[in-house]
């Protein structure tokens, strides 16, 4: 019996973490250029949404993971006014185009998850932060150190982090 619950468990965890999984890999939302931000006008797009997105650079595999309590595709439109003013502290993605001299232009904003602003917001964050800092480390533009973590989640993370031999 105890054997067949523990089963179970583990079961729900596999289940839990695959679709955690596909969910990070897959994302919910299309791709989007600055392009596309034209839909901007359409009510229904998903760049009215907030919560967390994603935005690549076109030109190498950096990319930075945000937070916002307003729509997604206002926010995606001042990383790229960012970028274009030089204003590399309001934006990371910006300053690492700036410096690498990549084109922004060619960057992509992806939606992962939509959510109100508080709690669940800064959880579904430092989520997609953690995983992308585990999987992806040295392609993730986040500046971990100023990242929400709560305290629980920055230990479990730091323990992590020295198990895998890599720096915070
Ligand atoms: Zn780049």
């Known amino acids: 019996m105890k054997e067949d619950f523990s089963g179970r468990i583990y079961s729900a965890l596999l289940i839990a973490s695959r679709i955690t999984l596909f969910g990070y890999r897959v994302g919910f939302y299309p791709i989007t250029t600055i392009s596309k931000l034209i839909n ?3 009510p229904t797009s998903p760049h009215h949404n907030l919560g967390i997105y994603k935005i690549s650079c076109g030109e190498c595999n950096s990319f930075y993971i945000g937070q916002t309590g307003r729509k997604f595709g206002t926010r995606l ?3 790229h006014a960012a970028y274009r003013s030089r204003k590399t502290q309001e934006s ?7 410096q690498e001299n990549h ?5 992509t904003g992806e939606l992962l998850h939509t959510c109100g602003k508080g709690r669940t ?3 579904m964050e430092e989520a997609e932060i953690i995983s992308a800092k585990v999987n992806n480390g040295d392609d993730l533009l986040n500046d971990i150190g100023v990242t929400y ?11 992590k982090i020295t198990h895998h031999n890599s720096s915070f």
């Open 149 to 159: 973590l709560n305290p629980f989640i920055r230990f479990f993370y730091k323990f």
């Open 121 to 123: 917001m800064n959880r």
């Open 103 to 107: 084109d922004m232009i060619e960057s």
């Open 92 to 98: 990371a993605i910006a300053a690492h185009c700036l």
């Open 40 to 42: 901007l006008k359409n």
């Open 77 to 79: 439109l001042e990383h």
